[in-house]
């Protein structure tokens, strides 16, 4: 962990930042910027690389990739005040710097990560060979991408921009800026790519030890209520008892979820709509689903990522299932076990559940379709009902018989 104080900055009094370096092969850049009150008012977390195509003074071109950046210094970032936007500016290498920045978008509680600008020095023969002298060369691309206030934006996927010669990647992006109250949030935004992405592909962050794999529990998990929401309110609702079963090396580990200790996050579209589920154990566990023939909804997908006892990470995903079909603007029912089979080493048992991805009106539950399993016993309960029914009429003729019996006795006593 390194910590910069920086001396005061005009506007904002004194400025505290750390940044800490992640698990050495990964480098991600963390950045915690803090206002004079010393409260959060920007943070975000990301990995970058680049690479460059330059001339050469024979007027070929030559390549160079900057990767891996350890010496990293954030001079200039800013939490913003009434002139300038929030920005986050990272100098390293030999006079290479980077910069994003953010704006307020006018008349609508979002904000927008506004532009990026990367800018090297070709004068260095070192790090650019034979280069054709071109002293600074600045890239500058418009990105305009819009984010919800207060919630985190988050980007799995891996973002490209390519613009004169140079390519930049960027990928497992966590940034927020004008957090409130110093308190970054624990709701997710979703970029685009993540949302349909099944390509997601999860880094190995610093290894979270799992204090929950316990072997096999017996009791049934407990309930948990989920929903999403949209502009115009609840959009996804599922209710549900989830556990996970990860068998790795012919050994199983069973485990449940706790819902008072998960965070849940999601977006819906027109024709598919995501439920996601993460924890201190849980990186992600996505419940995609569908839209099939315009008429009907299913599970088209199950992605998780998580944290083993080992500190190894488990990642599977399965974008071709069909679970838990039933028509749209209605919500699916099965109160009785469930599996869901994502993988050979990855399944999901399901209690009591109940989803409801599409068409969530007034933020209720639509008229269920039940899970055949389910309907079986709706079969018999008519039959339970009867059978109690009748017990009760012979309980009822039998305690009047010894009633009657019992105060005629009384009465000849008199
Ligand atoms: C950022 O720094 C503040 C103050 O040092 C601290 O309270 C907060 O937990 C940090 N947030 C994160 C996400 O690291
Ligand atoms: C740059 O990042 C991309 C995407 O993560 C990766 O495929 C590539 O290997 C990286 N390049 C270097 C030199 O690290
Ligand atoms: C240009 O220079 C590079 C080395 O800097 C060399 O490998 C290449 O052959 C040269 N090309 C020409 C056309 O001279
Ligand atoms: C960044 O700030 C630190 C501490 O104030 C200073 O030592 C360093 O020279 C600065 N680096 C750049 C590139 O301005
Ligand atoms: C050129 O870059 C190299 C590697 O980044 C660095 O060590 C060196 O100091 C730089 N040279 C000049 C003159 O800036
Ligand atoms: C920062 O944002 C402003 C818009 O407020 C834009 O005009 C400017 O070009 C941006 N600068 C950079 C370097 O991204
Ligand atoms: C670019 O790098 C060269 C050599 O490292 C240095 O002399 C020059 O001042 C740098 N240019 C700028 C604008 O910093
Ligand atoms: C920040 O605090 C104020 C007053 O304490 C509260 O009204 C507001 O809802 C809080 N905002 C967030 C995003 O927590
Ligand atoms: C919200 O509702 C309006 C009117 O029903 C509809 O036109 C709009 O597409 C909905 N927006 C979203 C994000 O679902
Ligand atoms: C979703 O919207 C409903 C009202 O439509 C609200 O009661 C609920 O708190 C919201 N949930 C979240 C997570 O924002
Ligand atoms: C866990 O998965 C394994 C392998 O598929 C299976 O044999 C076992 O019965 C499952 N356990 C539970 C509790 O679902
Ligand atoms: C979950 O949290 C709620 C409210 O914080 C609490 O009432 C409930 O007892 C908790 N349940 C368990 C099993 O810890």
């Known amino acids: 962990m390194v910590c910069f104080r920086l001396s005061s900055v005009p506007g904002l009094g004194l400025v505290l930042f750390c940044l800490v370096l992640g698990v050495v092969r990964s ?40 990767s891996d950046l350890d010496t990293v210094t954030y001079n200039g970032s800013m939490c913003g005040d009434d002139q300038n936007g929030p920005k986050i500016a990272v100098q390293f290498g030999s006079g290479i710097s980077w910069m994003v920045n953010f704006t307020m978008v006018s008349s609508s509680s979002s904000y927008s990560i506004d532009s990026i600008s990367f ?29 919800p206030l207060n919630v985190i934006f988050r980007c799995n996927s891996l973002l490209t921009l390519e613009n004169n010669n140079v390519v930049q990647r960027y990928w497992d992006v966590l940034v927020q800026a004008f957090v409130q109250n110093g308190t ?32 096999t529990p017996v009791e049934k998990p407990e309930i948990g ?13 599922a209710t549900m008892r989830l556990q996970l079963n990860i068998t790795q090396d012919k050994v199983s580990s069973v485990f449940n979820i706790k819902p008072n200790s998960t965070d849940f996050t999601g977006s819906c579209d027109p024709h598919t709509a995501l439920l996601r589920l993460n924890s201190s154990t849980i990186k992600y566990l996505d419940f995609v689903f569908a839209v099939k023939n315009e008429n009907r909804f299913y599970l088209k997908e199950v992605n998780v ?7 190894s990470v ?20 099965c ?30 539950y639509s008229t269920a379709e039940e899970c055949s399993a389910d309907s079986d016993l709706n079969f018999l309960i008519p039959v339970a009902v009867g059978v109690a029914l009748g017990f009760l009429i012979i309980v009822v003729f039998i305690s009047y018989m010894i009633g009657r019996r019992k105060s005629r006795t009384g009465y000849q006593s008199v």
Request: charged share 15%; glycine share 4%.
């Open 225 to 237: 209520k989920y929903s999403v929401n949209n502009t115009n309110g609840t959009c996804l609702l």
């Open 27 to 66: 480098y991600a850049l963390e950045l915690n910027l803090t206002d004079s009150g010393k409260a959060t008012c920007l943070y975000a977390k990301w990995h970058m690389n680049f690479t460059i195509q330059y001339e050469t003074t024979n007027k070929t071109y030559k390549t160079v990739t900057i």
């Open 184 to 215: 970054v949030s624990t709701e997710e935004h979703l970029c685009d790519q993540d949302k349909t992405s099944t390509t997601v592909t999860p880094i190995i962050h610093t290894t979270v030890p799992s204090p929950t794999a316990k072997p």
């Open 119 to 147: 800018s090297y020095n070709t004068s260095n023969r070192t790090m650019f060979p034979d280069a054709e002298d071109k002293g600074i060369v600045t890239v500058y691309d418009h990105l305009a991408i819009k984010v």
């Open 335 to 364: 109160n009785k076990e469930q599996t869901i089979s994502v993988s050979g080493a990855f399944q999901i048992n399901t209690f009591d559940l109940r989803v409801q991805p599409f068409n969530v009106t007034k933020g209720k």
């Open 314 to 333: 488990f990642s599977t995903v399965n974008d071709n299932l069909s679970y838990w079909d039933a028509p749209l603007g209605s919500s699916y029912m």
């Open 305 to 311: 990522s998580m944290y083993l006892v080992n500190g």
